[in-house]
């Protein structure tokens, strides 16, 4: 689909500048029609859905258009029928323009929320991953000396995460 060519949608500037923003904070260095085909694709795999949040928008001034690839705004134009009477109900909204402002800052807040449930590690929060390695590569198992660091790393994580579960199921009883 990325060939088929490319639509315009008209944002307010309020609009335009909290979404430069996240897209700063969460795409560093990429342009927002970038993002929001990453965010599209993203809720298309269902790792995240687009809830309706309670926010109030500005908007005011004169709208300003943005470039986007053309499957991007048929994804605006399929949920805009598919939610545009909540959206309408929920925030008053009764244009297509002012669908899409509410929706995209939903997104982002729908996105914001799932990265709330992941975990954000450092190079340097590895260092204690890269002594276990180094331990377990000197030790006497000769099934851990053959492991590569990224295959020790995804079990050593799993086997840790899988515990935190527990520990979650047992706490929540």
Do not use: C
């Amino acid at each position: 689909m990325p060939g088929e060519g490319y639509s315009t949608i008209g944002l307010k500037p309020s609009i335009l500048e909290k979404l430069h923003g996240i897209t700063d904070e969460y795409f560093p260095g990429m342009f927002l029609p970038s993002t929001l085909i990453i965010m599209m694709n993203e809720i298309k795999r269902g790792y995240y859905t687009v809830e309706p949040h309670n926010i109030k928008l500005d908007l005011s001034g004169k709208y300003n258009s943005i470039t986007i690839r053309i499957d991007v705004k048929d994804w605006l134009e399929e949920n805009y029928t598919d939610f545009f009477e909540d959206y309408s109900k929920k925030y008053r909204i009764k244009s297509f323009a002012q669908f899409i402002s509410y929706f995209l800052m939903n997104t982002f807040e729908s996105k914001v929320e799932a990265q709330n449930h992941v975990i954000k590690l450092k190079a340097s929060d590895f260092k204690w991953l890269i002594a276990e390695y180094r331990k377990r590569q000197h030790g006497k198992d000769s099934k851990n000396n053959n492991q590569t660091f990224e295959r020790f790393a995804d079990e050593f994580l799993k086997e840790l995460l899988d515990r935190v579960n527990e520990a979650k199921k047992i706490l929540n009883t």
